[in-house]
């Protein structure tokens, strides 16, 4: 089975999530936009939700982990809970 780690930040808006991408494609660190703006309990650990395999999370989240490239910022991605910029860590 395929794992991944990844990080993500969570905003109630396309336009906020597009703007944080925009921030942390200028330089600014992944892990502080998240702690900053994150509303997802994660964001206290820079955005990390730790290690996980196809289907422990929502089917657009699956979508990008397993797919994209690793260490860059994809997004924005919509889901029930809002609008996400993912970054892929690992997988195996």
């Known amino acids: 089975m395929t794992v991944a780690t990844a990080r993500h930040i969570l905003v109630d ?3 906020k999530c597009l703007e944080l991408k925009t ?3 200028g330089g600014e660190d992944f892990a502080d936009v ?3 703006n994150s509303s997802c309990p994660s964001s206290r650990n820079g955005g ?3 290690e996980f395999g196809p289907g422990m999370m929502v089917p657009e989240f699956d979508e990008v982990v397993f797919s994209a490239d690793l260490n860059t910022v994809q997004g ?3 889901t029930q809970f809002g609008y ?3 970054e892929v860590t690992s997988r195996s």
Do not use: N, Q, Y
């Open 13 to 15: 808006s396309e336009e």
């Open 23 to 25: 921030l942390i494609e």
């Open 34 to 36: 998240a702690r900053i």
């Open 48 to 50: 990390d939700l730790g």
């Open 76 to 78: 924005p991605v919509k």
């Open 84 to 86: 996400h910029l993912l």
